[in-house]
């Protein structure tokens, strides 16, 4: 069954510290994804990797960086964690770069940041 | 750019009734079409999709026909059960992989 882990389900951070969200896919997926869920807006992507050691902006990048050392980890960094990052936030998986792929997610981390 | 438009929640339907969550888009090109559901306490995951003009996704009881001229892609059930409330997302996919989401539709039934 395909799987999608992340770190936390809830976290609470102070602002300016450093945040770490983890993500784990066990499908041997090649594309990942972090996107954040706020009402009204629907989901937004933030970054997403074709492949280790690779990544590309998505719509909203600022304030974020990501990490993708493994094939299997994805980690979307919060260098500074502000309030208007107050969020929810999702990790997405893909087998590969073909057309109408379908995304598998994971439960989401909703972050308060305070 | 590209967008999606769906209807304002929430909906509040009674079991059995009939379902319709209306989906717009703005594209350039013809992009694939999705709906994704998102249960209380879960991550998105895919219900259906259509990937040109004409083709009908269909999945638990749930249709959606891609439709160019309306540029539309509403989602439809014939009769909903409780277990059906959730919150629903229409996507659209901006060149590959790269997915742009509507505000996300809640649905309740009650029995």
């Known amino acids: 069954d395909v799987k999608v882990t992340q770190s936390s389900r809830y976290l609470v951070k102070r602002t300016g510290e450093k945040v770490f969200l983890e993500c784990v896919q066990d499908?041997?997926?090649?594309?990942m994804f972090w996107y954040r869920q706020d009402p009204g807006l629907g989901l937004r992507l933030i970054y997403f990797?074709?492949?280790?050691?690779?990544?590309e902006k998505g719509d909203i990048p600022e304030g974020y960086s990501v990490s993708r050392e493994k094939k299997e980890r994805f980690s979307l960094i919060l260098e500074s964690a502000s309030t208007n990052q107050t969020s929810m936030y999702l990790c997405?998986?893909?087998?590969?770069?073909?057309?109408?792929?379908?995304?598998?997610f994971g439960p989401g981390t909703r972050l308060l940041v305070l | 750019g590209d967008s999606v438009t769906q209807m304002e929640g929430p909906v509040t339907l009674s079991e059995e009734a009939f379902l319709t969550i209306n989906c717009t888009y703005t594209?350039?090109?013809?992009?694939?079409l999705f709906w994704y559901v998102q249960y209380p306490g879960e991550g998105l995951q895919l219900l259906l999709k259509a990937t040109k003009a004409d083709d009908k996704g269909s999945n638990k009881g749930f249709e959606a026909t891609y439709r160019k001229e309306t540029t539309s892609f509403h989602l439809e059930k014939g009769s909903v059960q409780v277990s059906d409330s959730a919150v629903y997302f229409c996507a659209l996919e901006q060149g590959a992989q790269k997915l742009v989401f509507g505000q996300g539709t809640r649905l309740t039934i009650n029995p």
């Open positions: 997405a998986s893909s087998l590969s770069g073909g057309r109408s792929e379908t995304q598998y």
């Open positions: 594209a350039t090109g013809y992009p694939s």
């Open positions: 499908m041997d997926h090649e594309n």
């Open positions: 990797s074709y492949d280790v050691k690779m990544k």
